[in-house]
């Protein structure tokens, strides 16, 4: 079982940006992809990726809403995994949540087997 904590979030405006953080433990968390998905306020809102990096960090993968403005990244060392957020924009707003699983970087929610609790981003206009 991997256990994933995140740190970063919070509110920021229109255009700003922010950095979200994920620390991976356990006996499988070297092996596994990591990720971020997130889930928007609006109810029935499902939770949809936004970004992906293989264990090793040579491969990413970027939801389309993001590309260009986000950045994941991974130190394999550490067992961490970053999410640089530029240009935020208010439909970004939504709880983010770190994954992590033995599919490759486009993972989708049946391939995790572990989520971070979740932070909060609020991005007002």
């Known amino acids: 079982q991997v256990q994933l904590v995140e740190s970063g979030g919070g509110l920021v405006q229109s255009g700003g940006s922010l950095r979200l953080s994920c620390a991976a433990s356990?006996?499988?968390?070297?092996?596994?992809?990591m990720g971020w998905f997130r889930q928007g306020p609006a109810p029935g809102k499902e939770r949809e990726f936004v970004?992906?990096?293989?264990?090793?960090?040579?491969?990413?993968s970027y939801a389309d809403s993001v590309k260009g403005r986000f950045t994941i990244a991974r130190d394999t060392a550490k067992n961490t995994v970053s999410l640089q957020m530029n240009s935020l924009k208010p439909e970004d707003t939504a709880v983010y949540y770190c994954a992590a699983g033995p599919s490759g970087p486009s993972m989708g929610t049946g391939g995790v087997r572990s989520w971070g609790q979740g932070t909060q981003v609020t991005v007002s206009s």
């Open positions: 356990g006996r499988a968390a070297g092996g596994y992809a």
């Open positions: 970004a992906g990096i293989s264990w090793r960090g040579t491969s990413t």
